[in-house]
């Protein structure tokens, strides 16, 4: 099992969210769950999820975490995350900028490759 899925399992708050997640630490979380959350988690990623600079899409927050290592960052989409580990960086302190860039690059790399690694369903 990826240790992403523990990380996630650790972020996502309520027991009752259902949520899709994606090879480079992209999850989304699916409020209004459909009979096939794979299904709709790519439909979401492909519309939502590829970075075009200059645009809302490559917009990003970040948000230190308190019970796991790391950050999440966001996007344009409120239910598109990406996590970020501290071991992604190469060197120096990580900032916003930093942790927010490789989550986005993440994020498009996910929306580009469409590999899901893990559902969770709590319906």
Same mark, same amino acid.
């Given at each position: 099992?990826?240790? *992403?899925?523990?990380?996630?399992?650790?972020?996502?708050?309520?027991? @009752?969210?259902?949520?899709? *997640?994606?090879?480079?630490?992209?999850?989304?979380?699916?409020?209004?769950?459909?009979?096939? *959350?794979?299904? $709709? /988690?790519? +439909?979401?990623? $492909? #519309?939502?999820?590829?970075? %075009? +600079?200059?645009?809302? +899409?490559?917009?990003?927050? &970040? &948000?230190? *975490?308190? !019970?796991?290592?790391?950050? &999440?960052?966001?996007? %344009?989409?409120? !239910?598109?995350?990406?996590?970020?580990?501290? =071991?992604?960086?190469?060197?120096?302190? /990580?900032? =916003?900028?930093?942790?927010?860039?490789?989550?986005? =690059? @993440?994020? !498009?790399?996910?929306?580009? #490759? %469409?590999?899901?690694? %893990? /559902?969770?369903?709590?319906?």
């Amino acid at each position: 099992m990826s240790p *992403l899925i523990e990380i996630w399992r650790s972020i996502i708050v309520g027991d @009752k969210k259902s949520w899709v *997640l994606f090879k480079h630490g992209t999850c989304i979380i699916l409020v209004d769950p459909e009979m096939d *959350l794979r299904a $709709q /988690a790519l +439909a979401l990623m $492909q #519309e939502w999820g590829p970075v %075009h +600079a200059g645009s809302s +899409a490559g917009d990003f927050g &970040v &948000v230190s *975490l308190r !019970d796991a290592p790391g950050w &999440v960052v966001t996007s %344009h989409h409120n !239910d598109i995350l990406t996590y970020v580990g501290p =071991d992604e960086f190469e060197g120096g302190a /990580a900032n =916003d900028v930093t942790v927010g860039l490789i989550g986005r =690059d @993440k994020r !498009d790399r996910d929306a580009r #490759e %469409h590999e899901i690694i %893990h /559902a969770e369903d709590k319906r």
